[in-house]
Every structure is written in structure tokens, then in C-alpha cells.
């Protein structure tokens, strides 16, 4: 069986990409979002209820508890961990040596911190599932780090520990989770367009923030759209079945399916750093035998020694074919899938009912945790049995205290993802043992593990509703306020921002599909303009030029929604086209009694202003130097700066790196006779061919 050293290593990497494009990508935001002039300041989250230290750090889990202690506020202690997160994360990227369990677990700290006040701007999906993955980087990262050989390494025997790829698992686990759960909720929601396979004719259209390919997509004929939604079942229903394969193909198989699904959704939608983790999570599909260079060349010269190798061969290769046979044909019969000959289209619907598909769900939920019970189980087998060949009692002993505590805390966390995952069938949650739901309830709070289910249902079905603020200064010729980056002026391209996420363009989003009652922070958004508050508008315009009030604020602010479509194939000059709906928030000014009311009723009123903490504060001093340093940068250069400087010194790295000399199958022969000199009885077993293998032999057999 491959091992999985290399996968992990990969993983790792990613992992610590990621969090440096979440740490850098909020850093730019908070003094707009948190800051005392902010949206919602952090300060007004951490109350000190009278506990005791401890307890208050396990109720409300957060660093930022410490910040008064070093002399900062609670957005400057934010700051300091951000910026601590990205510089430990680029450390673990581009450093061997850091991929240590500790760091991964400061990193999850630091980021667990910033959701605990992060409120609504922080409230995703993908923010849950960074501290998810994050939380099991800490189990994967090993304690030591093998000696970096030139040879790729092969499984355990190359110096690894025998429970090191146990908590690997946790990670296939988690991304079927995360893929089953977004395909069956398209279908439990009741969604017409998912149901009626139109849902991406809207999708390009009407997501947050489209990309320049959104709109070409978006154009794409009809057929096509509805045979992509079929595509898209295929590949978050059927296909993560195959995360648990037997036969490494079908594993491989359905790791290309999801990458081909994610790179998609990059290239036509910017969903900050969502995509790449979830990309990161494939990686547990991989093994080290399709990612080392020197495998093509092994596999090409292994011929089958033995008629049960043969056979064996031969059933997996059936299998496989079969499972590919099943694949097609349950397509084909469950979305009709017809070839027009004539009009050179495919035509497809689905065939089976919402009753049908809630009792298939109700059938199969069960045994996929039982699947994973399985699985879980032959992992286990197989790391305690690379224990027992551990040689020496002292290093069977080490190895067998690591094993139960990693082996504890693996079939914990399984566990306590059950109860997440069983929210896609009410049934089959309340069927769970109890002793699943208490653990779970015990930890929620950390986020160890999480439900998901993404893009549930379409909005936007007659237009895509967008918020747009109007400014006036006499209350009578009122000026738009454009936004960097979410669809305003129907003239200006769709950015391409992957992987930051501006936060405040993806809740103006969200607000456009209901009153602004709904959004209690868009009265807070309002106040902060009216009084010009530099922070706020930052997260509007970068450059505070651009800003159209930024010689004085506007007298007045006003809101109103619009209905936004893709501009139609030959409207030179458009990217979008839009219509007036109505009224989406009153005229306000400061002292209005209307926004007085709004902001009592939210509880936005600054009752207690910020108590001023001395600027000689060094730490202070240094992070407002950082921030003066770094806020000429437009958000999304500066982590496309980070990810340039990363492969920059990746590309010297690898220059700097001697380059193995291939060697032949002779000259691998003559290294080998040194070493047998060394002892006479093995410098008779020389004499025995290649192909045979005495018991008594200590050099391990090179896997394929």
C-alpha cells in the first residue's frame, strides 16, 4: 500500500497558505470593521462577566483577552494576531522545520480568536472550515521531521511513525463531509432551479462577486448549463463514495473530479480562499506513489510475480470498470440524459421525485457512517500493525504511547463529526448515540467540527438585487458611492480577487435580499459615512481620493435597491444592466430620529467611548508603523505580493537543491557491495538473485 508522506507534506503546505491569505486578508480590514471608529468594534464583545480567567477563556475562547495586558485595545490585539498568524503561516510554507503541531496549533488559535469577535463579518463557511482543517493540521504535522532524503520516501518503513497517516484520514472524512453535505442540501432545499437543473443559467449572474468568466459563462447555451448541473451531482453526491475506495484508481479518479469542480469555480467566481482549502483537502485522495517523480518509471517495469497478483489485478480492474459503468448508467437513468443528434445538444431532467430522493437519503446516511466506521477501522488496523514492526522495546514503547493518544483523539473527533454531518437527515440525527451528541456539545464552541452545505438555494431569479448608497449634500442631488469591488457602475469589469474576500461587499450582498432590519450592521455602515470616518471608508475605496466625499462627508445618505443582469452579447461598453426596484433605507442625517431610533433599537450606540491608552505603548507604536507601512497596498495585491514572494523563494529553493544523477539498475548493484563486505554472511546472500527475499535480510523492499 503507498504511503502518504508526501500528501501530508503537501496538505501541511496548504494548509499554511491558506491561513496566511486569511490572516492578511482580514488584516487590511479591521480598523474599517473592528476598530473603535469601526462598523462593529471588537471592543464591545469582550465584557468581563466577573469569572474567573480560565473559565472565561474556555466560555469565550480568545486570545484577545490577553490584549489589555500588553497595552492594546481589542482591534490592536486583533491586528497583533493577524499579523502574527500571517508571518507564522508564511514560516511553516516556506520552512520545513515549522511544520510542527505547535505552530499549526497557534495558528488555530489565533484565527479561533479572531471569529469570537469577527460577529457577522465573520460568520462563513469557510471560516469554520479553516479552523476545522486547521484543528487537524495539529494532528497531522508530525512531532519530528524525517531527514529530508533526495529519494522520495515510500510509506512508513522510511523513517516515519507508524501512526503518522492516522489522522490523515480525518481529512478524506472531512472533505466528503463537506462535499456530500453541499450536494444533497441543492436537493433537500427544494430549490427549483437545482431540481430543474437551471440553477446555473442564474448562478454566474447572481453569486457575490463574479469574475470576467462569469459572464462569458453565463452566455453559454441552456443545454449546457443544465448538463453542468448534472455534472455537479455527480461529482458532490456519487462521486466522494469513492474517497473510500479499496482501488487507488477510483481514489485518484474522484480527486481529478473535484479538482476539475474547484478550479472551475475559481476561474468563474472570487470565493476568497474557500476553493483552495477545499482544494487542500483533496489532497488526502493522493498517496506518495502518484506524486513522486521516480514512480512512472517503477510502475512501468512491474510485471505481475505470481498468478494470485495476476487475478487480483484482473477483479480490481473489473471493479473499477464496473463502478464506471454504474456511474454512467445512474446518470443517464436518474437525469434522462438524451443525445439531439440534429441539434447537436444533450437534453436532461430529473426523473426521480423530492419523496424519492428523501427516501434514498434516509437509506444511505446510516451506512456512509458506517462506511466511515469501516474505513476508520481498517486504518487503525493497519497503523497498529506497522507498530508491532517497530524494532526495539524503548522505541515500541514511544511509538505506543504516540499511537494512543493520536488514535484517541482521531476516533474522538469522528465522533464528534457525526453530529454535524447527520443535520443532512433530521431521522438519522436523532438516531445517534448519545454519547455523539454530548461530546460534540461539550466542545461546539471550538468549531472542532462543523455542518456545511453551500449554495443551497438560488437567489436572484428575476435579477440579482444590489444595495446602492446614494450621498447628497443639500438633499437634492444625490451622488452614487461605488464600491471597490461588488457591482455598482454598469460600465466597470468584474474584479478578480481570489484569495482575498472583502468582507463588507459580501454582507451588502447578503443585505440586498431583505430589508435593511435584517442587517442591523447597514445602520452602523450608515452612521460611520455620515460622520466620515476614514477607517470605514477604506473599505469602500482604498484610495481615499477616489472616495466621492473625502473632502467633507455627505449631509445626507440614502439607499435604494436595484435588479442587476449581465449586459447581453454585443452592448459595447456594458458589463451589466439594471433597474430601479425601490427604497431600500430613508434619507438619514447625523441626528435624525429615524437613525437615532434604528441605532438604539440595534444597540450600535457608542454609550461608553474608548477609553484612550497612551500612543508611547512600543507595541502600539509598532503596529500603527506597520499599518502606515502597508495601507497604500490594495488588499488584493498584497496577498498576490505574498503569494509572488512565496514562489519566488520556492523557485530558488528548488535551483538551489543538487539534482539527482540517475543511476542505472548496474550501478545501483555496485553501491550495494560496500555495504555487504561489511559481514560475510551477507556478503553470501549477494550471491542470491534480486528477485528473492530471505527473512533474514535487513534492507527493506523499495515499494512500487
Known amino acids: 500500500m503507498a504511503g502518504s508522506r508526501l500528501p501530508r507534506q503537501l496538505f501541511l503546505q496548504g494548509v499554511a497558505a491558506v491561513f496566511m491569505f486569511a490572516f492578511a486578508s482580514l488584516y487590511t480590514q479591521i480598523p474599517g470593521l473592528y476598530g473603535p471608529d469601526g462598523i462593529l468594534p471588537a471592543r464591545k464583545t469582550l465584557r468581563p462577566q466577573g469569572k474567573g480567567r480560565w473559565q472565561q477563556l474556555w466560555e469565550t475562547p480568545t486570545l484577545l483577552w490577553e490584549a489589555p495586558r500588553l497595552g492594546l485595545d481589542t482591534a490592536q490585539g486583533l491586528e497583533l494576531l493577524t499579523l502574527m498568524g500571517t508571518v507564522l503561516a508564511l514560516g511553516a510554507l516556506l520552512l520545513r522545520p515549522l511544520r510542527h503541531p505547535l505552530l499549526y496549533l497557534l495558528l488555530w488559535a489565533a484565527y479561533l480568536s479572531a471569529c469570537q469577535v469577527g460577529q457577522v463579518f465573520l460568520y462563513f463557511q469557510w471560516d469554520s472550515l479553516l479552523l476545522e482543517t486547521g484543528f487537524l493540521a495539529v494532528l497531522v504535522a508530525p512531532l519530528r521531521q524525517p531527514p529530508n532524503h533526495k529519494q522520495a520516501p515510500q510509506g512508513w518503513l522510511a523513517g516515519a511513525s507508524p501512526h503518522e497517516g492516522l489522522p490523515f484520514w480525518l481529512v478524506r472524512w472531512l472533505l466528503f463531509r463537506l462535499m456530500f453535505a453541499s450536494g444533497v442540501v441543492k436537493l433537500t432545499s427544494r430549490c427549483p432551479t437545482w431540481w430543474g437543473l437551471t440553477a446555473l443559467t442564474y448562478h454566474y449572474e447572481t453569486q457575490c462577486l463574479p469574475t470576467p468568466a462569469a459572464w462569458f459563462a453565463h452566455h453559454l447555451p441552456v443545454w449546457l448549463h443544465k448538463l453542468s448541473v448534472v455534472a455537479t451531482f455527480l461529482i458532490e453526491v456519487a462521486v466522494p463514495l469513492l474517497f473510500f475506495a479499496p482501488i487507488r484508481r477510483l481514489r485518484l479518479v474522484a480527486f481529478y473530479a473535484q479538482v476539475l469542480l474547484q478550479v472551475l469555480i475559481i476561474i468563474t467566481g472570487n470565493y476568497n480562499f474557500f476553493n483552495l482549502l477545499t482544494l487542500v483537502l483533496t489532497t488526502a485522495l493522493l498517496d506518495d506513489r502518484h506524486l513522486s517523480a521516480e514512480s512512472g518509471c517503477s510502475r512501468q517495469k512491474r510485471k505481475p510475480t505470481s498468478w494470485p497478483k495476476a487475478l487480483l489485478a484482473s477483479l480490481s480492474l473489473l471493479l473499477e470498470l464496473a463502478v464506471y459503468g454504474l456511474l454512467v448508467y445512474g446518470t443517464v437513468h436518474y437525469f434522462g440524459l ?82 454535524p454531518y447527520s443535520y443532512v437527515e433530521p431521522g438519522t440525527h436523532g438516531r445517534l448515540w448519545a454519547g455523539a451528541h454530548h461530546l460534540f456539545g461539550a466542545v461546539e464552541h471550538l468549531q472542532l467540527a462543523n455542518s456545511y452545505g453551500l449554495f443551497r438555494r438560488m437567489t436572484g431569479l428575476g435579477g440579482r438585487p444590489e444595495v446602492v448608497l446614494e450621498g447628497s449634500y443639500d438633499g437634492h442631488h444625490w451622488t452614487e458611492i461605488e464600491f471597490m469591488y461588488k457591482p455598482g457602475n454598469v460600465s466597470r469589469q468584474p474584479p478578480v480577487l481570489v484569495p482575498h474576500q472583502p468582507r463588507l461587499d459580501w454582507q451588502m450582498w447578503f443585505a440586498a435580499l431583505g430589508p435593511h432590519t435584517h442587517s442591523p450592521w447597514f445602520t452602523s455602515l450608515v452612521l460611520r459615512l455620515l460622520q466620515g470616518k476614514e477607517p470605514v471608508i477604506r473599505l469602500v475605496q482604498s484610495h481615499v481620493t477616489s472616495y466621492p466625499f473625502h473632502k467633507q462627508p455627505p449631509t445626507y445618505i440614502r439607499a435604494h435597491r436595484y435588479k442587476y443582469w449581465f449586459s447581453r452579447p454585443g452592448e459595447q461598453g456594458l458589463w451589466w444592466r439594471r433597474q430601479w426596484v425601490e427604497e431600500f433605507f430613508p434619507s438619514v442625517s447625523l441626528g435624525d430620529p429615524t437613525l437615532e431610533m434604528l441605532l438604539k433599537q440595534f444597540g450600535l450606540q457608542d454609550k461608553n467611548p ?76 549477494q550471491a542470491v538473485p534480486a528477485s528473492s527475499h530471505g527473512n533474514g535480510s535487513r534492507t527493506p523492499r523499495r515499494k512500487k
Open 610 to 685: 474608548p477609553r484612550a491608552r497612551s500612543p508611547s505603548r512600543a507595541l502600539a507604536r509598532a503596529l500603527h508603523w506597520v499599518r502606515m507601512q502597508l495601507s497604500p497596498l490594495e488588499p488584493p495585491t498584497l496577498l498576490w505580493s505574498l503569494l509572488g514572494a512565496v514562489g519566488a523563494v520556492k523557485i530558488v529553493q528548488a535551483l538551489l537543491v543538487p539534482w539527482p544523477v540517475p543511476s542505472s539498475p548496474l550501478a545501483r548493484g555496485e553501491k550495494q557491495k560496500p555495504a555487504a563486505k561489511k559481514d560475510s554472511r551477507a556478503a553470501s546472500e
Open 338 to 419: 438524451e443525445v439531439d443528434w440534429q441539434q447537436r445538444t444533450i437534453h436532461s431532467r430529473t426523473t426521480f421525485t423530492f419523496h424519492q430522493f428523501s427516501q434514498w437519503l434516509k437509506t444511505v446516511t446510516l451506512p456512509t457512517m458506517w462506511l466511515g466506521v469501516i474505513s476508520l477501522a481498517w486504518e487503525l488496523l493497519l497503523t497498529f500493525w506497522r507498530w508491532t514492526q517497530v524494532q526495539g522495546w524503548l522505541r515500541r514503547l514511544c511509538a505506543g504511547v504516540q499511537l494512543s493518544v493520536v488514535g484517541a483523539a482521531t476516533v474522538a473527533l469522528f465522533l464528534i463529526s457525526l453530529v
